[in-house]
């Protein structure tokens, strides 16, 4: 037994690659229906049965285009079928000649799907913003327009119908036009243009990112398929010599909506299979009577269940798929675009970033972004979660537009440019998640990531002419030698999700390379790799420099990895650079150490934070120097903050409404940071201004939990009510008791002193002893002000020279 | 290994509370989490830290029963396998996600209500939790009436856990709790983990920053590709070169 | 004048039925982004049920309510046990032809049970009033009564009740519910229930304004009052009402001004205008995906 299926499955394997056969079939078949519809050699009914199965077979062909390989929801499918049936029906009875008539039908026919194709920019438009759900409304609409509007039309009939057609409609039409319509779909489908069509299904983000122009590829693949669907109209009002409004409308676009999804998304034979089951079935139910609908839906249902996908769901008959074999290449005519000789001298700048800037509602996720690479550098951007990282590569690729910015490539301003003209200017990019197109092929990925180097068009694609299989054939070695390259090419074949996750990153970057890019965005290659392929990556990446003389940026966590491997580092936190500079500088830089790492010592670190218009520190970033156990022991004596007095004639203001204890800070925009309003809000409850000098800064100091001491420094804005958060550390430290400590550093001048009560003042050095008195100018850098033990109220105290002090 | 049967021996008269063994959590042909063992016992503040992809997450999320998995995980001695998802609330574990999993489109007393459904004592008893919650997290209490999915992340974050306490259990599952919060934040949020658990209840978290989640923890376990390199008290792992090399950047 | 507001109390009267059958649609597209396509069968189905309650049994006004809600609530719940949780996991489209499959099911099992359109006969006498020209009839007044006093009930149930917050829950976020411990069948069955005896409901108003049903006449209407709750912003309550309303007044409008088979072109078209302006509805509002 088990030999027997052997020998069977080596026949069926022999039959399968010798695709050839398909033509002969065809041919033989059409011969045959030739013969049979001439010599009445079968049963009439049959005959009728055969050809609404060939017409169903263009409907599911032509609806599975949009939504099993482009993954859309179209609903309205008959509408271009009504489309394509009044037009021809028109042209054949009241246009062409009625003697004519048998030569004129095909060109009835063409018109008709003409015509349909032209209605399907009105449903691809929307198309382009829209998926889903709401791309379903707007076909159901179109397809309730279609079927009103030819109501109200008396020229065609109205609600009461179209007569005269004359039967035109024969099997051999019908077999050849199935035959054209299985040829032209299926050439599409695998072509550059159907890889578009998938990449927009699997991924759009993606697709775009590799160069995919999805806009157009949604025009071509509505357009095509509504050429179709009007082609099966006509044809099917050349049949029934009768339509009206009624034979188009919803249940007929449920009709073919059940084929395709029964048959199996994404594949022609599911098509095949659909209509052809669909419409054996309903003829066959017949005896049933009323109860066959009833019959049918269930079984649709129960499929659904237990195949979600379809019978034929994403898999293909062989004899439609496209050889493998590799063809030799004519070296006669090139088909991939030339690309542009490198603009960029060696060692030129390659990408100018200025004053980059995003924010996400009133988040700043990157502040002021500067960046030169020379071309042919690797560079590395770090920081935290968070920090800007992904969002600075979502810039430069195209997928946001910055607030404020400018970004160069190559010298071409690309600031606010779509990801896939980016691309083809010669940026990819690979993501954090990866996004590979998950049910295509390893190779198809990789010819994805070719869209623009190719030459040919969709009509092209669907004759298959000479150049369209010239070019395919190098574009289709050139997938393979990439890949082997690679060390890919034994997963050629496979489904990208099916790949181990380090060959699925490698695939990711191997796409990515197949659009030519000059320089390339590499976000988190890393993420989940063992040293081992850490190590496999880096040499993958030094290669990609050196082969292929890209410049590359990278993402990453994994310290090691960038150390080892960027010759430049930018550091990001909260969205600011915080340092910038060679591997061995930043590896050492306390405040990259402290800031990224989450590691705290004896030092302060400083991340400036994410406040709206709020100017960076003159001086950057705030190093205020060790807190010795003296100091904190000194902190954590005093009391409640004190507030500071004008001098200056320059101030910066900050209001704080200080009405209600426990009220929200009104005037202030908060930066975020959920617990440090507390301590604003300790200080705002005894004060009603706090001011500040132009420059200068205010600390505040807070206890945390196991002994902590948290730093948070304020300085004023450009913006009156805006106040930012700019310094952030945690430093441990068994000292510190008591919670809040006003803490000035800078140039801001501190009480005077006429003021009721003692006040220490400590600095670091007077730690040592006890509290001692100071007033006047502050010129020490290190200054602690503090107010005595019990918080007078503002409204306790007399104005003094209209300003209300409280010192 | 040493130190596993080490920490055991010391430890080993404190009722265990999450028994995991052999746990194994396949996605596709991708191994997150390779066949691991460990205990939980009670009063502990467990803390599994790892790189990114290391498996941690997946391995909370077996044990609050949302992916499917191999092997046995068992809470005061019943296995969750034969547990639904929703009933481990009522058992005494509560998991807060990766990503806090608010509910965007309720407002903040909402969310806290929704920790609650599982509650069958009386409205007194709960609303004196409410109040807790506030004392804990001041700022949740002024704002709620607004919608969570305004707030910023640390609040989020606190009141994820806000939510995770309003359940009573007797032990809550972490996911990254300082993912996408500043270090002052952070470090706040792992102050009121500490003073939780010194209210008795459990915790068993998952940290990339390994030095806070090291900081608070009782029992350490080093994540690398889905299994469990090493592991120990806190503050054993912290002075661990190994642990310092690979996660501290020193 | 008078003819005006006769033409109002129409368009009061059919916008108030779209806007409970656009409820129903919404509460099941709100909370699981699932287009129920049988919803409109559904309606049908309430039609039918207070026929035969009526009709057949010659049951009281009250308890013809009941048996076509409930009759409805408990099909929803079947139909979501068993065609569309088995496919909860599964790629949405599956979900939604499956959905058509069962609307089919349902209006050709209903037509191989009833061939030939029913007449229902009067559930309640109607009086009518006239106010100097003006006739208002009972049987508006309590549709429009109806369905007022059902969104005020739903409304309250989503925004005051538990399980109307587990369901606003779940709609934000399905894979995290069951933390909380919330059963998330439970709810989605409680869900249905509503969403089904919505279209009972709305299919009892509509066999009392216009008394002859037939199995298809779910078809259309049920489309329409999706596009209209998609108008007024899909997800949300007040946008379904709103939504049918506006669907309402314009097919009166339609017929009005214009012959009647403009009127379903004038009706759809004037919904997709209004869409391309505001494509999220009137009310709606973007959902924020979380990045």
Known sequence: MRAALNKLNLYWDALMSRRYLLFVFAGVGFLATIVVSRYGLIDQYVELVAMYVGINIILALSLNLVNGYMGEFSVGHAGFMAVGAYGASILSVKVFPSMYSMWCFPFAIIAGGVMAAAA???????????????????????????????????????????????????????FAWTAISIWAIRNFVYSNIGRGVLSVREDEMAGAAMGVDTRKVKLLAFVVSSFFAGVAGGLYAHLLQFISPRTFDILKSTEILIMVYLGGVGSIAGSIAGAVIYTVLIEALRVLGMWRMVVMPLLLVLLMIYRPKGIFGYTEFRWFKPATRKKKVSAAKPCFVAIEPERTVQGGDILVVEGLTHYFGG??????????LSSGRIMGIIGPNGSGKTTLFNLISGNYRPTRGSVKFDGIEITRMPPNEINSLGIARTFQNIRLFNELTVVDNVRVGMFNAVDYNATAAMLRTRGFNECEAEVTERAYSLLELFEIGRYARELAKNLPYGMRRRLEIVRALATRPKLLLLDEPAAGMNPTETGILMELVHRLRDEFRLTVMVIEHHMSFIMGLCERIQVLDFGVTIAAGVPDEIK???????????????????????????????????????????????????????????????YGRLHIDTVDKGKRLEGIKKAGYAGT????????????????SEGSRLMLIKKNWKDKIAVIELRPCEEDDYYGITTAGIFRNDYAKNRTLLWDRGASPIAKPEQSGPLPYVTPKD?????????????ASDNIISKPAEPVKPSAEAEINGNKDVL | MAMEKLFEQRHSEVPVLLSIKNLAVSY???????????????????????????????????????????????????????????????????????????????????????????????????????????????????????????????????????????????????????????????DEIFGIIDEINKHGVTILLVEQNAYMALQAAGYGCVMENGEITLDGTGAELIENPRVRQAYLGV | MAYISQQLLNMLQLGSIYAVIALGYTMVYGVLSLINFAHGDIFMVGAFLCFIAAGKLHMPFVPVILVAVAGTALLGVGVERFAYRPLRDAPKVSAIITALGVGVFIENFTLALSPYPRHVPEILPVVNWNFSGLTVSSIQVLIVALSIGLMVVLDFIVRKTSYGMAMRALSWDIKTLPLMGVPVNTIVALTFAIGAGFGGAAGTMYAMAFPVIDPYMGIMIGWKAFIAAVVGGIGNIRGA???????????????????STYRDFVAFTLLLILLVFRPNGILGVPKTIKV
């Open chain 1, 120 to 174: 399907a920019v009105v449903v691809a438009v929307p198309s382009f913003k829209t998926r889903g759900d709401y791309l379903a409304i707007v076909t159901l609409s179109f397809n309730m327009i279609v079927k009103s509007v030819l109501e109200n039309i008396d020229f065609v009939g109205g609600p009461r119908g179209f007569l005269g057609m004359e039967k035109l409609t024969t099997l051999p039409w019908v």
């Open chain 1, 363 to 372: 988040l700043c996720a990157l502040s002021d972004f500067n960046l030169r």
């Open chain 1, 588 to 650: 050492n830089d306390k405040k990259v150490i402290e800031a990224y790492l989450g590691k705290s010592g004896g030092n302060f670190r400083t991340n400036t934070g994410t406040t709206k218009n709020c100017r960076t520190p003159k001086d950057g970033p705030t190093d205020v120097g060790q807190i010795t156990p003296e100091i904190a022991q000194a902190i954590g004596r005093q009391a409640a903050p004190v507030r500071l007095e004008e001098g200056d004639e320059k």
């Open chain 1, 677 to 692: 309003d507390d301590f604003i809000q300790d200080i705002a409850s005894n004060y009603d201004e706090i001011r500040m």
């Open chain 1, 767 to 779: 730690a040592q002893g006890n509290n001692a008195l100071r007033t006047g100018q502050s010129n």
């Open chain 2, 28 to 186: 596709g042909n991708i191994r997150a989490v390779r066949g691991i063992s460990f205990n939980v016992r009670q009063g502990q503040i467990a803390a599994l830290i790892g790189a990114n992809g290391a498996g941690k997450s997946s391995l909370l999320r077996a044990v609050s029963g949302m992916i499917p998995y191999e092997g046995e995980i068992c809470y005061k001695g019943i296995n969750l396998k034969d547990v639904a998802a929703h009933k481990l609330v009522s058992l005494g574990i509560t998991h807060v996600p990766e990503g806090r999993g608010i509910f965007g489109n309720l407002t903040v007393r909402e969310n806290l209500t929704l920790g609650t459904w599982c509650r069958r004592d009386g409205l007194e008893i709960i609303k004196k939790d409410y109040d807790h919650v506030v004392e804990l997290f001041p700022r949740l209490g002024e704002r709620m009436g607004q919608l969570s999915g305004t707030l910023s992340g640390g609040e989020q974050q606190m009141l994820a856990i806000g939510r995770a306490l309003m359940s009573r259990g007797d032990m809550i599952l972490l996911d990254e709790p300082s993912m996408g919060l500043s270090p002052v934040l952070a």
């Open chain 3, 241 to 259: 009402m709103l939504g049918g309303y506006i669907l309402g007044a314009v097919e009166t409008l339609a017929t009005v001004a214009l012959p």
